[in-house]
């Protein structure tokens, strides 16, 4: 069942229930700054999974929240540190954050730093989000009717990724380890690492995923993305024998049946970190993402567009 709710500030947006009490609160149309959240309605109140980009945005997804529970959200899962998925969290101001550790550090140490790279988007008054409890491997959340597992398989997206699983209904939540019809990024995590995730999500045999941008699908989408990085690391290492830098080699590259991604610019950033990896980088060890991101401006001719 799918019902669109509109506002007068916000754009539309969709919310899909997957199963009874579980819901998939979707930002069309994914690009960046979109993203998705997740509603799961749990004995002791709201599990919300992720919040939103702008004020404006949080405080919609706050209203959907509000009319489908009958209680206060009372656990928030942060999938990980990007402001797009965080900076709503204060509107929750009951509700018990729960984030990886090391998303917690990023969090902390980025703050508002992506809201300079649109500084034309009506941010409102957003936050940096901040736990208040912290795992590092699994954690199964302290909820009632449901079964909510946090598992977190080393870097993908970025260093402290965390996927939500519901293991009754085979549900998982997957932040921006998954995007659907947009492009995956790794810039801030790993290429690697990404590949490994993807390799244990698919192993839980999800019948439902939930991406972190874009339309919910099933285990297609965790191969769908797999199939594009294998190609990204490919490019790389052609680039790398041919001597090229990341924006040229991107310039080069025929997109093929990815140019249908969303967001194709990220290619660049993605290309950086394959680059790094490939000479002996850790997975998520830091890159100029700012000089990185100028870059992918240059690719695309323009500023990437930014709907929020």
């Not at 729960?98 to 980025?110: D, G, I, K, L």
């Not at 992918?296 to 001719?301: A, I, K, L, N, Q």
Request: aromatic share 6%.
């Amino acid at each position: 069942m799918s019902v669109v709710h509109t506002g007068p500030v916000a754009p539309a947006h969709e919310v899909r229930e997957i199963e009874e009490g579980v819901y998939a609160y979707l930002q069309p149309d994914g690009g960046w700054c979109l993203n998705n959240a997740g509603i799961v309605l749990a004995g002791a109140g709201p599990v919300l999974v992720d919040t939103a980009a702008t004020e404006a945005r949080a405080r919609q997804l706050r209203d959907v929240v509000d009319d489908l529970g009958s209680a206060p959200v009372d656990l928030l899962v942060n999938t990980h540190s990007h402001g797009d998925h965080t900076f709503g969290n204060h509107l929750f101001e009951q509700a018990t954050v729960v984030a990886h550790r090391r998303a917690a550090a990023e969090m902390a140490e980025h703050g508002l730093a992506l809201t300079t790279l649109w500084p034309d988007v009506r941010w409102g008054r957003v936050e940096a989000g901040a736990p208040d409890v912290v795992f590092d491997a699994r954690m199964t959340l302290p909820t009632s009717g449901v079964r909510i597992e946090l598992m977190h398989f080393g870097p993908g997206h970025t260093a402290g990724d965390a996927v939500v699983w519901l293991p009754g209904p085979r549900v998982l939540f997957t932040g921006d380890l998954v995007f659907s019809g947009a492009t995956p990024f790794t810039l801030m995590g790993s290429v690697a690492g990404s590949l490994r995730v993807l390799d244990r999500l698919r192993a839980l045999e999800p019948q439902v995923v939930v991406p972190g941008h874009g339309p919910v699908g099933g285990p297609e989408l965790l191969d769908a993305d797999a199939e594009y990085l294998r190609w990204v690391r490919d490019v790389a290492r052609q680039g790398i024998a041919e001597g090229l830098e990341p924006l040229a080699l991107a310039r080069a590259t025929d997109l093929g049946p990815y140019a249908r991604l969303a967001d194709s610019e990220r290619l660049v950033g993605n290309l950086y970190r394959a680059y790094a990896e490939e000479h002996g980088a850790e997975p998520a060890a830091p890159l100029d993402v700012p000089a990185v991101f100028g870059e992918m401006v240059d690719y695309c001719g323009a500023h990437p567009h930014c709907a929020a």
